[in-house]
């Protein structure tokens, strides 16, 4: 794939990304505004849970199914291997799984800290199953790069799950609570995107096609896709752990159980949706990135492998420095105009910064499993993991909840700078050393961006806070730019070489 074709697939996947996460992010201020602080933070702890469940599916084996698809993207009889196994895999794993856990109810006892999490947790088994079927019919398409088909597909699942909630809404007095109606909207759109993903999957397939035996790939994608499924588990096994021990912590100093958990989903369900905004991007990167560096290191291409990376790098940075002074300046307001909750501001502002390392830790993550360096992500991700732990056990004392945004930023800053590490390694990358520079140039930029914004906001306070935040968002970007321009860091991030 060329520059120019690469820079379309990015364009194309973020175009759905950024509508989806639209559509989304709208719908999560609704229904935080709906269920309010501390059943979100049931609703957060229920479903932290269920994606740890779903990481199992879908992570490494649509992985490795994309990569090995594209090896040959138009070998119809061996892509349909492919898939057959894969749907084998998948849903043998996701039937085990809700077998498991219906089973098992009584242990969940230990787990949830609020009896109200376990109806929610198994409202959702449904559309674990259809992600199973979802989620590998949609790494064939990865791995042929049909990022639109992708895109879409996404983009039909949200809007299912708005309009199945506002259906649901109509009938919420037959439910128990608030909560079982946007678990049940979850499912519902789950199970709809899946049989629309397997009817376009089934008008757009090829009908002419030998035979080769699936059974025989069975067992090299489950030994391929086991690593990166294990670092994934591993990260989302670190969310519930953290939503036990950090509302526990918080009681020890003093919190009441009520403010601790409200405290918890303000952070899970207000503050992470706005730090992960870059992310749409980034996941359009990686998205697109798998299937190109697979192909390159296949070809032994490795001066294009270089340069696709760096490119990569230097646009996740750019990304996050434009949201970053706006955080920092903004925060509050954007807090209580969003959440009518000041609280989700303040977080926000405190941790803007978690936005770069949180990216960067996705973006190599995702450039060493192309590079079948799966393990080497566990190791990476398992040595962050050792800071995030002891801050969450030990800060809330001193700095409350503050203390799990600053455990995220400190774990995912040494995974980070230990994946960059790993792929110099991998690439015999001797510009390594161009990527702090980078980081400091905008942070240099963003300063007075931030304060401008700052101050601006201040001076303007008598407008209406919704005319207040465009004026000021405004400047912020308006002078980033503008200063990016100056100092020639503004180029368009991705282009044709």
Same mark, same amino acid.
């Given at each position: 794939m060329c520059m120019r074709a690469f820079t379309k697939s990015v364009l194309v996947i973020t175009a759905f990304a950024v509508l989806t996460r639209l559509i989304g992010f709208i719908f999560r201020i609704f229904l935080s505004r709906l269920l309010g602080a501390e059943m979100l933070g049931v609703y957060q702890m229920a479903l932290n849970i269920f994606m740890i469940l779903l990481t199992i599916i879908?992570?490494?084996?649509?992985?490795?199914?994309? $990569?090995?698809?594209?090896?040959?993207?138009?070998?119809?009889?061996?892509?349909?291997?492919?898939?057959?196994?894969?749907l084998y895999i998948g849903v043998t794993t996701a039937l085990l799984l809700c077998v498991t856990v219906v089973c098992g109810q009584?242990?969940?006892?230990?787990?949830?800290?609020?009896?109200?999490?376990?109806?929610?947790?198994?409202?959702?088994?449904?559309?674990?199953?259809?992600?199973?079927?979802?989620?590998?019919?949609r790494a064939i398409w990865w791995g042929q790069k049909k990022?639109?088909?992708?895109?879409?597909?996404?983009?039909?699942?949200?809007?299912?799950?708005?309009?199945?909630?506002?259906?649901?809404?109509?009938?919420?007095s037959y439910?128990?609570?608030?909560?079982? !109606?946007?678990?049940?909207?979850?499912?519902?759109?789950?199970?709809?995107?899946?049989?629309?993903?397997?009817?376009?999957?089934?008008?757009?397939?090829?009908?002419?096609?030998?035979?080769?035996?699936?059974?025989?790939?069975?067992?090299?994608?489950?030994?391929?896709?086991?690593p990166i499924t294990g670092v994934r588990l591993f990260s989302s096994l670190t969310i519930p752990l953290i939503t036990i021990l950090l509302p526990l912590r918080l009681v020890a100093a003093g919190w009441t159980n009520s403010n601790a958990i409200a405290h918890l989903g303000i952070i899970s369900g207000m503050t992470l949706p706005l730090l992960t905004v870059p992310s749409t991007v980034i996941s359009s990167l990686a998205t697109a990135? !798998?299937?190109?560096?697979?192909?390159?290191?296949?070809?032994?291409?490795?001066?294009? !492998?270089?340069?696709?990376?760096?490119? !990569?790098?230097?646009?996740?940075?750019?990304?996050?420095?434009?949201?970053?002074?706006?955080?920092?300046?903004?925060?509050?307001?954007?807090?209580?105009?969003?959440?009518?909750?000041?609280?989700?501001?303040?977080?926000?502002?405190?941790?803007?910064?978690?936005?770069?390392?949180?990216?960067?830790?996705?973006?190599?993550?995702?450039?060493?499993?192309?590079?079948?360096?799966?393990?080497?992500?566990?190791?990476?991700y398992a040595i962050g993991t050792l800071f995030l732990l002891?801050?969450?056990?030990?800060?809330?004392?001193?700095?409350?909840?503050?203390?799990?945004?600053?455990?995220?930023?400190?774990?995912?800053?040494?995974?980070?700078?230990?994946?960059?590490?790993?792929? $110099?390694?991998a690439t015999n990358w001797r510009g390594f050393g161009t990527i702090l520079p980078t980081i400091i140039s905008y942070l240099l930029i963003g300063i007075p961006a931030f304060i401008l914004g700052y101050f601006t906001f201040q001076l303007n306070s008598t407008l209406p806070n919704s005319v207040n935040l465009i004026l000021s968002g405004g400047i912020v970007e308006l002078a980033f730019f503008g200063l990016c321009w100056a100092t020639n860091l503004f180029t368009i991030p991705i282009k044709r070489q």
């Open positions: 879908s992570t490494g084996l649509p992985l490795i199914l994309s $990569r090995e698809v594209a090896k040959e993207p138009y070998h119809t009889a061996r892509t349909r291997s492919i898939m057959v196994a894969g009584h242990l969940f006892d230990y787990i949830f800290t609020d009896q109200r999490c376990l109806p929610i947790l198994l409202i959702t088994l449904p559309a674990l199953i259809a992600s199973s079927v979802y989620c590998v019919l990022f639109t088909l992708l895109g879409l597909t996404e983009l039909i699942e949200q809007i299912a799950r708005v309009v199945f909630f506002v259906i649901l809404l109509c009938f919420a439910f128990t609570s608030m909560a079982h !109606v946007a678990a049940w909207s979850f499912s519902g759109a789950c199970v709809i995107s899946a049989l629309i993903v397997i009817l376009i999957f089934w008008c757009c397939r090829q009908r002419k096609q030998t035979t080769i035996h699936s059974s025989q790939l069975i067992k090299p994608i489950i030994k391929t896709a086991t990135l !798998v299937p190109e560096l697979a192909n390159l290191i296949n070809q032994q291409q490795w001066s294009a !492998v270089r340069r696709q990376i760096r490119t !990569v790098l230097r646009f996740t940075i750019f990304i996050n420095f434009c949201f970053i002074p706006i955080y920092l300046a903004l925060g509050k307001p954007i807090g209580s105009f969003l959440y009518a909750d000041l609280n989700s501001g303040i977080y926000l502002a405190r941790s803007a910064w978690v936005m770069l390392p949180m990216s960067l830790s996705q973006i190599t993550n995702t450039t060493l499993n192309a590079m079948n360096r799966e393990n080497i992500t566990i190791r990476n002891p801050i969450v056990w030990f800060m809330p004392a001193i700095i409350g909840a503050d203390a799990v945004l600053l455990g995220m930023g400190l774990s995912m800053t040494v995974s980070t700078i230990l994946n960059l590490i790993a792929v $110099r390694q």
